[in-house]
Nanobody, 115 residues
């Protein structure tokens, strides 16, 4: 059973920063890829940033230059968010893909950016 647990969300003013963490129940290198997604009220879930087992990262255009995905060498990935905007307000989810069609989600953490 794979578990992903997010933490670090909260309320921040526009222009501020937050760091999200995702702790996995198994080594992160057992995943082909991991990433962060978000879902704002009334909108579909969208990808924010991903990182492959090999360390290749990808970002949504809307967060490039502001967000950074990283990982440690054991069980966690992170999302450093800077220059936050009100439109970044959403529930942020951690995702881990073991193989095609076999992926897992955390419970989500709320990020609210006030103007």
């Amino acid at each position: 059973q794979v578990q992903l647990v997010e933490s670090g969300g909260g309320l921040v003013q526009a222009g501020g920063s937050l760091r999200l963490s995702c702790a996995a129940s198994r080594t992160i290198f057992s995943f082909n890829a991991m990433g962060w997604y978000r879902q704002a009220p009334g909108k579909q879930r969208e990808v924010v940033a991903t990182i492959t087992r090999g360390g290749v990262t990808n970002y949504a255009d809307s967060v490039k230059g502001r967000f950074t995905i990283s990982r440690d060498i054991v069980r966690s990935i992170y999302l450093q968010m800077s220059s936050l905007k009100p439109e970044d307000t959403a529930v942020y989810y951690c995702n881990g893909v073991l193989s095609k069609g076999d992926d897992y989600w955390g419970q989500g953490t709320q990020v609210t950016v006030s103007s």
